[in-house]
């Protein structure tokens, strides 16, 4: 029952943040977590819950009393073998950790990733001249997928062929760090065949000879990782880098699709079209939460927390707290978005976010120059998924621009 306390004084919560109708409608619990203090008990999981900014940040900060080495999903794996063999950036501690970020943060560099913007546009534009001519059209498949699944997968130096199965594999991982419910078993009935297909996709071989994947491969032949270790390194990529960034433009269509306002204000200026994306991952926040695991007794808001346990960090929750941001739960692309949670922060934070911005301004640039308004054509349809917030379907009506 809400209302009591753990013996060292922790607020006790008996949501389910992985139901289906916790998913669908997170804010409701997203404010009582944070009202019930800097820190919380989950009695249903055994784990620390913290959904204020101030502390979601303290966490993701503190890479040494919350480790991601023992996993970022409720499996602990101190305890039990993780399901996939573990990832060597995002399921590390240093020094382990900083061997292939420094790989993955030189591939997505800023000046790789500016370099892509002429050929990113051209596609954006492209898309959304051949959308503007069928009027009305499911956002999600349409846009908000094909986008991505065209160019991410070209930059890596992906073949043609099978690249969607890319969308499936991530939502078969984002779902794989919750519990082992229904959503998890769905996920991973076909995990054999995909993860199969994945590590294929992360050998040398099968990659073209440049790219962030000939890239990775070379820092193996410089000696910065081992050739063992390089297609772990792709495999990375090629994980975190489709269906979150499917998330996001999901996200961003459907915040300008329900704020027509909003639209306008970016058409007037599609200066703001970086500014539009980046308050769409705050608003929606498609990585929502992810687990750490304290390595000692550690201090959190003025409770101590014991070590060996799970704490569930609330990015959602910490981008809309009241205590942080003005009207938090209006979507405003004029509002300083500085400080939110929705790539992390810390040593973990995206890598790739430079790459996702891009892939979100290209979009919403088109949008602006070329549209006239964007409405919802029908009922937007969620995605459930254990950790990634997104929609399944979106029916979107656009007009072209006047003149
Ligand atoms: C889902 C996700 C996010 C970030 C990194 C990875 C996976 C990984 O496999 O390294």
Redesign the pocket.
Known sequence: MDGMVTAGGVPELDFDPFSRGFLEDPFPDHARLRDAGPVAWLRQYGVYAVGRHAEARAVLQDWEAFSSAAGVGLADFRREKPWRLA?????TDPPMHGRSRRVLSRVLSAGVVNALRTRFQRDADEMVVALLARGTFDAVPDLAEAYPLRVFPDAVGMPRENRRYLLPY?NM??NSFGPRNALFEDAVLDAARVLEWVQAQSQRENLTATGFGAEIHAAADAGELTHEEAPMVV??LL??GVD?TVSGLGAALFCLATHPEQFQALRADPTLARAAFEEAVRFETPVQTFFRTTTRPVELGGTTLDEERKVLVFMGAANRDPRRWKRPDDYDIRRPTAGHVGWGVGIHACVGMLLARLEGECVLTALAQRVGSIELAGEPVRRCNNIRRGLASLPLRLTPRAG
């Open positions: 990832s060597l950036v995002l399921e991530g991982v984002f495999r990375s994980t975190a979150t």
